[in-house]
T-cell receptor, first 115, second 115 residues
């Protein structure tokens, strides 16, 4: 069975500081991994994905994520946080061997960036 | 392009009433999904349709039915609403269900309250 865990309900960081939002996953085969962001009263927006290739993936709004197969992690990072990055972030996973299946989402991490 | 459109955006029901949430996408995507979002629970998959003419249960299908009316439209029906179905419902679509590399595109959500 597929699963994804986001161990932190909330991450607080000061503007200008680096941020990390953690995600670990479990799949039977190789994973497809995604990060989404949700602003208040809005739908989820795609940030980035890892399918294959380089372990460091770059996405929208200056975010990047590092795929670590040995640690089964896919942490979201940004070198310098902005107040406007404050939102709810979701990690999601899909097993590439499970054709026709949907994404499984984590419970979400609220990022709060203070000025 | 409108992307993924959900109606209604807000609805209040009494226990036992029925209703249908409508979803339409204009991106010619093959796959469509219904998720519910509850505080602290993240997004949980209710039903999905990998392609026109097929539907499959997700993690929390009980109390719901779906119809893939055509390639554009995927509706979610609550036959006899219960307070436990109070939630925010999101419809999403993706390009290919059988080759799961594509990201999901989400609607703005439908906020349902069951009294």
């Amino acid at each position: 069975a597929q699963s994804v865990a986001q161990p932190e309900d909330q991450v607080n960081v000061a503007e200008g500081n680096p941020l990390t939002v953690k995600c670990t996953y479990s799949v039977s085969g190789n994973p497809y991994l995604f990060w989404y962001v949700q602003y208040p009263n809005r739908g989820l927006q795609f940030l980035l994905k890892y399918i294959t290739g380089d372990n460091l993936v770059k996405g929208s709004y200056g975010f990047e994520a590092e795929f670590n197969k040995s640690q089964t992690s896919f942490h979201l990072k940004k070198p310098s946080a902005l107040v406007s990055d404050s939102a709810l972030y979701f990690c999601a996973v899909r097993d590439i061997n499970q054709a026709g299946t949907a994404l499984i989402f984590g419970k979400g991490t609220t990022l709060s960036v203070s000025s | 392009n409108a992307g993924v459109t959900q109606t209604p955006k807000f609805q209040v029901l009494k226990t036992g009433q029925s209703m249908t949430l409508q979803c339409a996408q204009d991106m010619n995507h093959n796959s469509m999904y219904w998720y519910r979002q509850d505080p602290g629970m993240g997004l949980r998959l209710i039903y999905y349709s990998a392609s026109e003419g097929t539907t499959d249960k997700g993690e929390v299908p009980n109390g719901y039915n779906v119809s893939r009316l055509n390639k554009r439209e995927f509706s979610l029906r609550l036959e006899s609403a219960a307070p436990s179905q109070t939630s925010v419902y999101f419809c999403a679509s993706s390009e290919q269900g059988g080759i799961p590399t594509g990201e999901l595109f989400f609607g703005e959500g439908s906020r349902l309250t069951v009294l």
